[in-house]
């Protein structure tokens, strides 16, 4: 996609000062911009760059005075970081406005499907499947029997929903994300092997929650596995059967939450996170990337580190304590030394 | 899916007491049901809820004497776990009960497929492939050239498996799982860069497999990667290529098992474990989540911790002391200061 | 595939011993090879096995001296290291060899294909997008608006690319992996819930960069991620927005590199390492597996382990001191004991 500095300047109401014809079909920071470039400056701090930018056209506010010549075309708005915002989320729309109904795809007679909806090639729903309003189901999308979708869904390239899940509105899944998988569920035989346990639950996901790519929740043993409203969660990240996960809870890639654990609302959890089954973490609960939690933590709003984690401040001493070890040990010898001299004079 | 008492009652031969004709349409814990669930009460320790469930339909054992009033319709059997059980296996077998070639999909001319299979939309099975009888290839997976299927395999959506491969009977893998990618072979070239190593072997997966979702199995460089009999994978596991993974193991989410790694026979493999390559565990051996085994384990059915891992129950000292590492080392300081004065006293 | 001894000989310019008509299908080690299966004798130390193999075809080195009967039918070649190398390549060559447009496929009026090009079907290919020649796209491969592919490109089933993200020449990318999806960004939208962040920049990968399955690369924010030419990427790998990974550099599976973060040239990652976002690793650096690196490493070629990393050695030896924290702990109560008496007997 590109545009002039003139379509840009239309859009943001702003005065164009310099070549209107020059064209841009990408955004980037002032400091790092090249020719075809759209750049901003907002922060004072960053204006030398305005003078040495390679940026065809920089956006900039009303009121910045110019203390060294300009190789840019400039737009002058009022503000220029809202201005940018507004672009950004224009750019973003444009690129992500998909609609109708790509053929082949594969719509089951008795799937039931809302206005304005986008449907890719080659995506897939399923018997008594719903699909909300203004939903995009991008190609290679497999929704599966009776899912339920709301409004304002969007379900990125090849993301998989199987049976009986329940998505909200304003929901946004990415590439790769498996909704709704048998959850890890095996019943030891007694001869060695082991009988698997039907997963017959589901996975409902609430209004405006957003998960990455390649990311998995598994379905309920029985009963449902929950994402509660607003919980975002990053790439790559398990969540096991029967997890419950409160409101706005933020969850960084690659972290795995084991079977029936239930997290509070507003927890931070960072990224390689390890978090056993059957335990809670209070409401507003942090915890530190690479730790494992293995019990419930009852104390709101609490950081924790390790693995197993305890909490942060102690575990930042122990690990200070943990790389001068060595030495410890030495002084230990040197302590032992010095006593058996003093108890051999002594006694 | 929907089914009233009655029917439920028929399914069961059980008998129904209260409005036979109430819908249900999913299954809940008798602690959590809500009106339009079914649910049962197998354990006595929960006969209170039987009381206050909002469940619209309850199984309960033929000899269950009520103490209170109960608002559900009530589905009496011999035995209402077993019911359960059979009920979860009937709706499972309906929810997954597929067959037939949906269109469009893509059957290479030379490829044969056996009988009562399901081929979804979306598949694609390529040249010389043999799939066997009963197998489910669900929408959007991709079968290789060469690639050999037994009887029973089950292979949700999206699954991708490389030319060469060869499943057994009854072998579950589910979505976004990839089986047969190159290993992650290169040599240094001497200036930097490195040459790809071709990697022309292949995954073998034995009989009763189940995979889980996103999960990673690289074939050989050359020879095999082999998951033998009984395995259970979870999601996001990194098999890396000529692994050997022994009957009847269980590896959870997010281990990564490095290359020509042998695990033996029933071992038990937490979430998040690293196991670095060439090493062999014995068998049974179990590691702890999160842990990385760093080095051959050579002892049968011992339990393993930490990273590098040693001894369950050595580690779980260590960690304890290491918690306490800044008091330690505040006593070394107090003991240095003694020993400086008693030394002075004494010299 | 199946070839004869006769077959091979030619192909080999080798001379066949023994019966020229026996048919191979696969490689195999010598030590492990079956009835069917082709081997070589390259490195003498294993000659013992020459005479033991159930191989049907042994590669062997014109020189060889033959100390035992052999059952096996031979091909002598001048180097028989050399010649099973040329085999897997054309072994693998073959496999690999796909052209031609498979229906039904996508491919937007719009989009440009270059010269000698595989689609497969089920693969979409968007509106304005360049596919170079010799690219090969596999069945189920999504290609969004705008994305730029080199000459000699191999996607494999199932590769989603976001919009306007570029690959350069000779990239091969493994199933199920996604790039461009949008970075992990979130604004605290102070009552709690979080405001998303448009994700418009989008992913660079240069030249001759391999990356594995199911690997995750998020776009930038602005800007661009950038993976540099020769970059060797592993299954299962997180890559946040805006990070930079330098020529050269090899990250093992299941690592995650948080988001701004930038690698130098030729460094080793191990599996399940963790990088915080917004530092730098310079140039030739090594991180252990399991490591968690928290801060700017600025010294080149050096060699960090833990979480939080450390200097290699020095991590190594606090990690043997940690083995025997208990019995440390026991000698400072016995100092303490030693210490109160002398204390007593002293004073």
């Known amino acids: 996609m590109q545009f002039t500095a003139h379509e840009l300047g239309l859009m943001l109401n702003g005065t164009v000062e310099g070549d209107p014809l020059v064209p841009v079909n990408q955004l980037a920071k002032i400091e790092e911009a090249r020719a075809g470039s759209l750049s901003f400056l907002a922060n004072p701090k960053y204006e ?47 690129k992500l406005h998909k609609t109708g109904i ?3 795809s594969f719509i089951h007679p008795s799937a039931t499907v809302g206005e304005n909806v986008y449907v890719g090639a080659f995506a897939y729903i399923g018997p008594n499947v719903k699909v909300g309003n203004n939903c995009k189901i991008y190609p290679g999308c497999y929704i599966a029997d009776d899912v339920i979708l709301g409004d304002n869904v969007t379900l990125f390239p090849g993301v998989k929903i199987y049976f009986d899940c329940i998505l909200g509105n304003n929901v946004i899944i990415h590439s790769g994300t498996i909704i709704g998988a048998d959850g890890f569920g095996f019943a030891p035989a007694g001869d060695g092997t082991y009988a698997k346990i039907s997963q017959i639950g589901n996975v409902i996901i609430e209004d405006d929650v957003e998960i990455g790519s390649n990311t998995t929740v598994d379905r309920a043993t029985m009963g449902s ?7 975002k969660l990053d790439n790559l990240i398990q969540i096991a059967h029967n ?46 990337a690479q730790s494992g939690v293995s019990r419930t933590l009852k104390e709101e709003g609490k950081r924790w580190m ?26 230990i010898d040197e302590l032992e030394k010095i006593i058996k001299e003093l108890t051999k004079d002594v006694h």
């Open 225 to 231: 596995t929950i994402i509660r409203k607003g919980v």
């Open 48 to 94: 030398q760059y305005l003078y040495t930018t390679e940026a065809s056209v920089v956006i900039i506010n009303n009121d910045q005075v110019l203390a060294e010549p300009v190789k840019s075309t400039l737009i002058r708005v009022p503000n220029a970081y809202s201005a940018i915002t507004v672009l950004l989320e224009k750019y973003n729309t444009l």
């Open 306 to 331: 390790g693995s197993p984690a305890f909490a942060y401040n102690d575990h930042m001493r122990s690990q200070i304590v943990f790389s001068r070890l060595p030495a410890l040990e030495k002084r």
């Open 243 to 288: 997890v419950e996960i409160g409101s706005n809870t933020v969850v960084a890639a690659q972290t795995g939450i084991s079977g029936s654990t239930k997290l509070g609302e507003n927890c931070i959890i960072g990224g390689q996170v390890g978090i056993v089954g059957h335990i809670t973490l209070a409401k507003g609960t942090q915890v530190q």
């Open 102 to 104: 790509e053929q082949p």
